[in-house]
Structure formats: C-alpha cells, structure tokens
C-alpha cells in the first residue's frame, strides 16, 4: 500500500559502475553483466555471465584519470550453481583481455 501511495522505503542508488543497490538488510545488489547464459542443471536453473572488474582507485589521485587509463575494464566469467546455491569466479576460462580494442575518450 505505501508503495502504491508513492512512498518506496527501498530506494535505488547507483554507484556509476552498472550496480545499482537497494533495501536495507539485507541489501539487494544488481550489476550489468554481459553474456548472460541460463541453463538446467538437475532441474534447477544455473547460469553464467561476464562482469567488468572495475580497478581500486587511489583516492590521492583524480578517479577519472585512473579510470581513462583503465579503460575498457576486462572481463571476468562467472557462474551460480542452483543445485548448490553458489556463486564462482571460473579462472580456467579466465579473464576477457579486451585491451586491443580502440579506448573510449571522456564526453
């Protein structure tokens, strides 16, 4: 009902990366992924994905500047197993090296 009455208790923030967070506690976390694949595995869904693993900024430096030089952020691949309700980093198939592809210039 305060919902619909435009009270939302749970807003959404963005932090600028592609997640967004909402709730309190616990907190909802969603982030953009790419490749997204979802498959059966004994009758409970699985599914694996690609993220941008975004770099740790030195905060005596300007962020853009860390970020341009970073920029595009490889990509990881992972997995959620529904069967055992776990989320893995699969470093066999590793990292997507995206650095040979033209950087993007700030706006």
């Avoid at 592609?18 to 953009?32: D, K, Q, S, T």
């Avoid at 030089?69 to 197993?81: C, E, K, Q, T, Y």
Wanted: contains cysteine.
């Amino acid at each position: 009902m305060r919902f619909a009455a435009g009270d939302n208790p749970y807003r959404v923030s963005r932090n600028g990366f592609g997640e967004m967070a909402c709730g309190g506690n616990p907190w909802l976390v969603a982030r953009r992924v790419f490749d997204l694949t979802v498959f059966n595995v004994d009758g409970l869904e699985s599914m694996e994905w690609e993220q941008e693993e975004y770099p740790t900024i030195d905060p005596k430096k300007p962020a853009v500047d860390q970020f341009i030089v970073a920029m595009p952020f490889p990509r990881s691949h992972w997995r959620f197993d529904g069967k055992n309700n776990t989320m893995t980093r699969l470093e066999s198939q590793g990292a997507t090296d995206r650095s040979q592809k033209p950087r993007r210039r700030p706006r």
